[in-house]
């Protein structure tokens, strides 16, 4: 099938090359968001996707707008059979929707109808789901609501961060996703309406969102600083300063109760206390500076038996 492939970000480039060096499909075209600044300059730069495109000599679609009237006719003149998504980052109407006679198929990264919207990730190593996993599905008007075509699952590790997570799904789910089209070209493959119950939402995480709440269990803090690492990564106040975490891990030994928020640094670690046990942190990154060993970070702040983290 003639296919055009819309995408942006690293976790897309999986499918795009599957879909490139595929024998029975041609990507005629790929669409992307704009160039976006990036770097201390902030020069715009084109995305992941488009940077494999041009090195594949793929022409690159990046419309400011993509379904005004002017994108929708010059993607009908590219004809394609069917479009396919992932991570595109722009919500697509009708008349886009339109084009393709195999419509716009998306890999998405949950198991739908869980964990609908732009983080599912996030939101299912935060949930602590045991499993996981991607789903290919057409795309219809309604947010990530479209028939089902295909499902692979993935078990979420107790260390998974979500980049590590999507790593693995960006992987299995280019598979789905080529072998979803290669079903639909052949007529081997319908899809299938989503159940109406098990439906959860998993809206885009924002840097607020990312602030440590230290007045909640000790095991939903662990959870959620995995969620949003590397980005846009948790953190918390220390006095008047943002300091940025890594991963925590739950001390299941401490027999000495701290108060939510507590910061206490020994030789055996440095602690902060929430609603049950405290948490062991690991790497730690001051304004203005590279991430460090907490404990390093704890001897050049010279915290006081009153530290507090906010």
Request: proline share 10%.
């Amino acid at each position: 099938m003639r296919i055009v492939f819309a995408g942006t970000p690293e976790p897309a480039l999986p499918s795009l090359r599957r879909l490139i060096d595929s024998a029975r499909h041609e990507v005629v075209a790929v669409l992307t968001r704009p160039d976006a600044a990036a770097g201390r300059r902030a020069k715009p730069s084109p995305s992941p996707v488009a940077q494999l495109a041009l090195e594949r000599g793929i022409p690159v679609l990046r419309p400011q707008r993509p379904n005004s009237d002017e994108f929708v006719a010059e993607l009908a003149e590219l004809a394609p059979d069917a479009c396919a998504v992932v991570a595109y980052g722009a919500l697509l109407r009708d008349g886009l929707l339109a084009v393709p006679e195999h419509g716009w198929i998306n890999l998405h990264f949950s198991l739908l109808p869980a964990w609908r919207g732009a983080a599912p990730v996030q939101a299912a190593i935060a949930a602590g789901d045991a499993v996981t996993g991607a789903t290919t599905f057409q795309i219809e008007p309604a947010l990530d609501s479209g028939p089902v075509y295909g499902v692979v699952t993935e078990t979420v590790r107790p260390t998974d961060t979500a980049a590590s997570l999507l790593d693995r799904l960006s992987i299995s789910g280019a598979a789905l996703l080529e072998t979803t089209l290669d079903g639909i070209a052949d007529g081997s493959l319908s899809p299938v309406p989503q159940p109406c119950d098990g439906v959860t939402v998993a809206p885009k995480v924002t840097v607020e969102d990312a602030r440590v709440r230290w007045d909640l269990p000790a095991h939903v803090v662990e959870r959620r600083i995995r969620a949003v690492t590397p980005n846009p990564g948790a953190w918390t106040l220390v006095g008047d300063l943002r300091i940025k975490l890594g991963p925590v891990t739950v001390d299941d030994a401490a027999d000495d109760p701290m108060p939510p928020g507590a910061i206490r640094a020994d030789r055996s670690g440095v602690r902060v206390g929430t609603a049950s046990q405290p948490v062991l942190l690991g790497t730690v990154q001051p304004p203005g500076k590279k991430p460090m060993d907490a404990a390093a970070w704890a001897r050049g702040a010279r915290l006081d038996e009153t530290a507090t983290a906010t």
